[in-house]
Nanobody, 125 residues
Framework: QVQLVESGGGLVQAGDSLRLSCAAS?????MGWFRQAPGKEHEFVAA????????DYADSVKGRFTISRDNAKNTAYLEMNSLKPEDTAVYYC?????????????????????WGQGTQVTVSR
């Protein structure tokens, strides 16, 4: 069983940046970030292959967010720039046992085997 622990959330102003981290207790395959805003469904944000060579993003964050990973540290990151109030949500890190990376597999939460507890990101106007 792999444990995931997110960190890096906080309260920032619109236009600011934040970097979220997701530390895994062991090796994982595909990793992804999802978010859930108050009163809304979970939303796919970004995903990355096991080796880090390929990534994909939701249209709402494309060009502003960057997902990366450091396998030596078993850690994934989500660099968030030009934050907007609509980015306010609890951000969750997920990991798959599988290294197979294909759409739409990585955009569905049900395809992830491990989850972190979430970290709150609040963006004020």
């Amino acid at each position: 069983q792999v444990q995931l622990v997110e960190s890096g959330g906080g309260l920032v102003q619109a236009g600011d940046s934040l970097r979220l981290s997701c530390a895994a207790s062991g090796r994982t395959g595909v990793m992804g970030w999802f978010r859930q805003a108050p009163g809304k469904e979970h939303e796919f944000v970004a995903a990355i292959t096991s080796g880090g060579a390929n990534t994909d993003y939701a249209d709402s964050v494309k060009g502003r967010f960057t997902i990366s990973r450091d396998n030596a540290k078993n850690t994934a990151y989500l660099e968030m720039n030009s934050l907007k109030p609509e980015d306010t949500a609890v951000y969750y890190c997920g990991a798959q046992r599988s290294a197979t990376f294909y759409h739409p597999n990585y955009i569905h939460r049900a395809n992830y085997d491990y989850w972190g507890q979430g970290t709150q990101v609040t963006v004020s106007r």
